[in-house]
């Protein structure tokens, strides 16, 4: 066979001019090969230039098929993946296959070879094309069974989704357990719930699930880079994939997943969802985000309103006293468990009873509407704004310190001063050991040193 082995020597010489005559002659009797190829960003030559080379190597070594099975099977695996028809891909082989033949023919004629030896060179390259036909299809196989399996995981996972976010009535157990299920569904390390202000189109950082607190903390305090992915998010139909959050010009999350939540087109927050190293998420875990997306929405939607129903003041959308009495322990109750600061603002409207003397109760409830707006524009989503009663105003603030609270009332004043209103707050932070009563005390304190130096300064003024 040793004119066999020669003329294959003679056609990997020439490998290029037979691998872009096949590929000529592939282009044009199979188009739906050359497409996906092309559709997929991947050159049609490749393959047909390894398998011109596997055919090579089949007419000299005899113990080839043996050691190719695995490569050609994995080779129909990722085919399949990118959309190659099977038909196609096997049509295309016996098209490289017949090429081979003929330049294999004419180089074992140009070396003296038998009819015999020829034919013999012609039934090794048919039984290497067979072994690859079937491995190819075998590698379909596999790939057909392994989006089954990913199929039933991820029905399992929308199941898990909308089990973990239909139990709950609460906005924040709605928003933790969807979070928690949607991040542990697509195999992401962690992920983080962006909501909704009152003001339009605003979104706050509410809620993270898989991140350590130095890391939640850093994500909370960064400037730009973080929401980038989570504004094109917002803008866009259906879920996306970037490189992921930063924070303080370190990376958080290497790659991730984001999606829209919306109602009827109004939007209610962005999910993402990734990992800390890079990774490239699947179709299949795109898809999912997308479908879990609008049930993830509703439910947060109907959590939303059924707080404002029951646990909102009537006159500023803000939360009711008792209300704020149940997030205060909430807050303190996680404070105490993760060891995190916590604050704790009360406020009182100076001069109400004035302005509704002299001005009538409808110039009263402007103010106290005034503060409300100014209070909704300030905080977070992840904050609790009250109002406790005519004049008093609460806000407790998870994650934040004194000094940090000092700058949101700042910013409050600064709404509220142009319109001839003031305020006076105290503030006093969470210590371990100290329980709602006792916090509402030290901060009630400073409110009424506050509210002293206040009418101190009007009295002066006065005189």
């Known amino acids: 066979m040793v004119m066999v082995e020669q003329a294959a020597g003679e056609l990997a010489v020439d490998l290029d001019r037979l691998v872009a005559d096949a590929v000529e002659e592939i282009a044009t009797r199979v188009p739906d090969y050359t497409r996906a190829l092309q559709h997929a960003g991947e050159d049609p030559s490749a393959l047909v230039a390894g398998a011109l080379g596997l055919m090579l190597q089949g007419l000299r070594d005899r113990d080839l098929l043996s050691r190719v099975r ?107 357990s969807g979070l928690a299920a949607i991040v542990k569904s697509t195999n992401a390390e962690a992920g983080a719930l962006w909501l909704r202000s009152e003001d339009p189109g605003e979104l706050g950082l509410a809620y993270t699930h898989g991140l350590r607190w130095d890391e939640d903390r850093r994500l909370r305090t960064a400037a730009v880079e973080p929401f980038q992915l989570v504004e094109r998010a917002a803008h866009s139909r259906s879920a996306i994939t970037g490189a992921g959050l930063g924070a303080g010009g370190r990376p958080l999350l290497q790659s991730a997943m984001a999606v829209r939540l919306s109602v009827r087109t109004r939007l209610v927050g962005v999910v993402v969802v990734g990992t ?44 009711n006293r008792k209300e704020f009495e149940r997030a205060l322990d909430r807050a303190i109750a996680a404070a105490g468990r993760h060891k995190r600061p916590l604050t704790l603002v009360l406020l009182d409207l100076d001069g ?33 704004s009250a109002r406790l009663g005519g004049d008093e ?35 006093a932070s969470w210590g371990p050991g100290m329980d709602r009563a006792a916090l509402e005390r030290k901060a009630d304190a400073r409110l009424y040193q506050n509210k002293r130096k206040h009418h101190r300064e009007r009295d002066r003024r006065g005189a």
Not at 365 to 372: G, H, L, T, Y
Request: hydrophobic share 45%.
């Open 276 to 319: 800390r190293e890079l990774r490239e998420f699947d179709d299949a875990e795109v898809a999912f985000l997308d479908a879990v997306a609008d049930h993830f929405a509703a439910a947060l939607s109907r959590a939303e309103q059924h707080r404002r129903d029951t646990r909102t003041d009537f006159m500023t959308g803000l939360a």
């Open 393 to 427: 105003f609460g806000l407790a603030m998870p994650e934040t310190t004194i000094e940090q609270a000092v700058e949101v009332l700042h910013r409050v004043d600064g709404l509220l001063a142009p319109q001839g209103y003031r305020i006076s707050a105290g503030i």
């Open 352 to 384: 109400l009873k004035q302005i509704n003397d002299l001005h009538g109760h409808q110039a009263g409830d402007a103010a106290i509407n005034a503060v409300s707006a100014a209070l909704h524009r300030t905080v977070r989503a992840s904050d609790t």
């Open 70 to 176: 695995p490569v050609v099977r994995e080779m129909g695996r990722t085919r399949s993946e990118v959309g190659v028809p099977l038909d196609a891909l096997l049509e295309a082989i016996t098209i490289v296959r017949a090429h081979l033949s003929r330049a294999f023919e004419r180089a074992a004629r140009r070396q003296g070879a038998t009819e015999n030896a020829i034919l013999v060179g012609i039934q090794r390259l048919e039984r290497v094309e067979t072994t690859m036909v079937v491995q190819l299809a075998r590698g379909y196989m596999d790939a057909m069974h392994e989006r089954s399996r990913n199929q039933r995981h991820l029905m399992e996972a929308m199941v898990a989704v909308a089990a973990a976010v239909n139990r709950p009535v609460e906005l924040s157990e709605v928003a933790q």
